[in-house]
């Protein structure tokens, strides 16, 4: 197949495609579905000065090229098209269709240095249309923006300089969001995620001037979160409520590069390729015991919309597969006796030039978004979900009889006997844990 061919393939309707459902079965609220959005889908100033007049995440989208046999890209706007963030209208249908299909509400990447926020659009239209009937809250994305996209300080365009004069006027800020009745909240407390707090000087100090500023505001203390990222992975000690996944993150950046057994239509550049079949396992996997972790998904990843060169893609993702990672993870958070908690992030809404989005494209249409809907009307039909769990061998087997990749058909059968036996052992430590710390528990 050729590079014109490929493209062809990708710019049409695929086999998984699937058109809006005009109507949804009563679909489960067991599981709370959050969707991280990015706001940088409407130009701005800094963005005109930094790349280009008019530049907004689109500029990035359009000018993919799938690099591989079998590599779809560009990811093209379906249903909602090339919109612009700065019109109520598109918000509002953004929030129509995603209630639609269960998700409680997005989490937006929220910018802000030594108080300038950057892309609050879509944040103020929000607070200011309460006709946009969906919940919210915000991530700090507290990192430098570098021309680079990959968060290496080099060729900075705006520095984030934490200081505890910022960090109160940055909480100050959040008082107006908080009060907001559609705002998430965990136990009647906002839900805040800091994305990368190792940045601060002493996120623990921070956390306490935060948490004194709103009880002295007569606000709730706010529900503290981070993503598992940068080999950062425990909320402890910074004094945070919780973990939040937030894949590929914590699962997917050491994984085998596969991009030796694929076909290029150039050659190589820096780029790797990863099995999204293997970030799932990976994600499953991570289940810790020792603090709350929230977990998360995604529909697919694969940045190289946005570099000339290099850039990360996970291969042979698709609706199934991520209903069943999304599946498996619903049925895990049922096993929470916090019902607040019973928590999923899901990366993204809409973040297209990641390769990551719910929102219909002209390959898939609305198969993720009816897959998301499947999942939750099958929880909905299982009144013992939160008592039965699945072991992940179980899972597996889910994704063998709906799929097997290419790939694994090459696989020897010793390696996948082995491969197996290495779950069934997994799923027996895992059952023999549960019954030890329930056994634990009753000493108490």
């Known amino acids: 197949m050729s590079l014109i061919d490929q493209l062809k393939k990708n710019m049409t309707k695929g086999p998984d495609y699937e058109d809006d459902l005009n109507q949804i079965p009563e679909i489960s609220k067991k599981v709370r579905l959050i969707a991280y959005y990015l706001p940088q889908f409407h130009p701005i100033p800094e963005n005109n000065k930094w790349w280009g007049e008019g530049f907004t995440e689109w500029n990035n989208v359009t000018k993919a090229l799938p690099r591989f046999y079998g590599h779809y890209q560009p990811h093209l706007p379906g249903g909602l098209g090339f919109y612009d963030l700065r019109l109520p209208e598109t918000l509002h249908t953004q929030a129509v269709l995603a209630k639609k299909y269960g998700l409680e509400g997005f989490c937006f990447h929220h910018y802000w240095f030594d108080r300038k926020p950057l892309l609050e659009t879509p944040i ?51 008082k107006r969001l908080f009060l907001d009745n559609r705002y998430i909240r965990v136990n009647n407390r906002p839900l805040l995620m800091i994305y990368r707090p190792s940045l601060f000087p002493d996120m623990a100090a921070t956390i306490n001037l935060w948490r004194d500023y709103f009880y002295q505001s007569k606000i709730e203390n706010p529900y503290v979160v981070m993503p598992q990222a940068f080999d950062d992975n425990d909320p402890r000690k ?15 950046w050491r994984l085998e590069n596969i991009r030796s057994s694929l076909n290029p239509f150039n050659p190589w550049n820096e780029e790797k390729i990863f099995e999204y079949d293997k970030l799932m396992e990976n994600m499953i996997l991570n289940n810790p015991k020792e603090f709350t972790l929230l977990p998360g998904v995604c529909p697919g990843w694969d940045n190289t919309a946005r570099r000339e060169k290099g850039g990360t893609c996970f291969v042979g993702s698709s609706p199934k597969k991520y209903g069943t990672w999304l599946l498996s993870l619903c049925e895990r958070v049922l096993r929470n006796s916090n019902e607040d908690e019973r928590i999923i992030f899901i990366n993204a809404w809409n973040e297209w030039a990641e390769g990551a989005h719910l929102e219909p494209d002209t390959h898939y249409g609305y198969a993720f978004l009816a897959e998301t809907s499947r999942v939750l009307q099958r929880l909905g039909l299982s009144s013992n979900a939160a008592m039965t769990p699945r072991p992940f061998l179980e899972i597996q087997n889910d994704l063998e009889n709906s799929y097997i990749s290419a790939r694994s058909k090459k696989k020897p059968f ?31």
């Not at 895992?430 to 634990?440: I, M, P, Q, Y």
């Open 124 to 174: 103020e239209i929000l607070l200011k249309n309460k006709g946009i009937d969906i919940g919210f809250c915000v991530n700090w994305a507290n990192e430098s923006w570098v021309r680079s996209w990959n968060g290496n300080e080099k060729d900075t365009l705006i520095s984030q300089k934490h200081s505890p004069e910022d960090d109160l006027a940055f909480a100050q800020s959040l």
């Open 238 to 252: 910074y004094g945070f409520d919780a973990a939040v996944g937030f894949p590929p993150h914590n699962g997917g």
């Open 414 to 444: 010793l390696i996948r006997l082995i491969r197996r036996a290495f779950f069934i052992m997994s799923n027996a430590c895992e059952s023999t844990g549960r019954h030890l710390r329930a056994f634990g528990n009753r000493l108490n």
